[in-house]
T-cell receptor
C-alpha cells in the first residue's frame, strides 16, 4: 500500500459543470502525477507536479488544470467537463525518494462519467 | 518525444506454457523501461524495471524482461503461465534525464486452464 487515496472514486456529472478530483498521499513524496486511462490509448499523462506549487503539463493537458498547495494533496480540475473527458483517472507518486529511477505507485482510480 | 508500442492487443496462452508480451519503444537518449500489471477495477501494479546494467531483469511473480537496445525492445516473459496471470499489462518508457513516464496501449493476457 503506497498510501495514495483518490476521491471521489466514482462521479457522474453533466456537460459544462466543474469537477475536481483529489489525490492524497501519506508518504511525503515530491513527484505526483495525473493520468487518464482510455481503451486503446493506455494511460496518458495529464499533468504532474514536482513540488508544492510546481506543476507541468503532460501530453493531454487541454481542458484540465491542477493545483498543489501542500505536499500531500494534488488536485485535478475540469473547469467545464465535456463528454470526451469521460474516463478513469489515476493518480501516481514516484517512489525511492523521488529519484527518476523510481517506479510510480498508483491509486485505485476515479471513474468519471460526463453526460 | 517518447513512445511505446505493444503490437498485440491480446495474448492467449494455456496454463503452464511460456508467456511473452511484446514491447518496443522510441526515445532519445538512454531509456528507463517499466512493466506494470492491472487487474480489473484496480490501479496499476509495478512488476519490474530496467535502469542500467544486466539486460535481463527479474521482477515480481516470476516475471522477467530482456532489454534489447539494438531492437529497441523490452519484452516481458514468464516461463510457465498461471491462470492468475490473466490481466492487462502495460509497458512504459522514460528518458533517463526526465520524470515523465509514457505508457503503451496495453496487452490483455488470458491464461486458460
Amino acid at each position: 500500500d503506497a498510501g495514495i487515496t483518490q476521491s471521489p472514486r466514482h462521479k457522474v456529472t453533466e456537460t459544462g459543470t466543474p469537477v475536481t478530483l483529489r489525490c492524497h498521499q501519506t508518504e511525503n513524496h515530491r513527484y505526483m502525477y495525473w493520468y487518464r486511462q482510455d481503451p486503446g490509448h493506455g494511460l496518458r499523462l495529464i499533468h504532474y507536479s514536482y513540488g508544492v506549487k510546481d506543476t507541468d503539463k503532460g501530453e493531454v493537458s487541454d481542458g484540465y488544470s491542477v493545483s498543489r498547495s501542500k505536499t500531500e494533496d494534488f488536485l485535478l480540475t475540469l473547469e467545464s467537463a465535456t463528454s470526451s473527458q469521460t474516463s478513469v483517472y489515476f493518480c501516481a507518486i514516484r517512489g525511492i525518494g523521488g529519484a527518476n529511477t523510481g517506479e510510480l505507485f498508483f491509486g485505485e482510480g476515479s471513474r468519471l462519467t460526463v453526460l | 518525444a517518447q513512445s511505446v508500442a505493444q503490437p498485440e492487443d491480446q495474448v492467449n496462452v494455456a496454463e503452464g506454457n511460456p508467456l511473452t508480451v511484446k514491447c518496443t519503444y522510441s526515445v532519445s537518449g538512454n531509456p528507463y523501461l517499466f512493466w506494470y500489471v492491472q487487474y480489473p477495477n484496480r490501479g496499476l501494479q509495478f512488476l519490474l524495471k530496467y535502469i542500467t546494467g544486466d539486460n535481463l531483469v527479474k521482477g515480481s511473480y516470476g516475471f522477467e524482461a530482456e532489454f534489447n537496445k539494438s531492437q529497441t525492445s523490452f519484452h516481458l516473459k514468464k516461463p510457465s503461465a498461471l491462470v492468475s496471470d490473466s490481466a492487462l499489462y502495460f509497458c512504459a518508457v522514460q528518458r533517463s534525464n526526465d520524470y515523465k513516464l509514457s505508457f503503451g496501449a496495453g496487452t490483455t493476457v488470458t491464461v486458460r486452464a
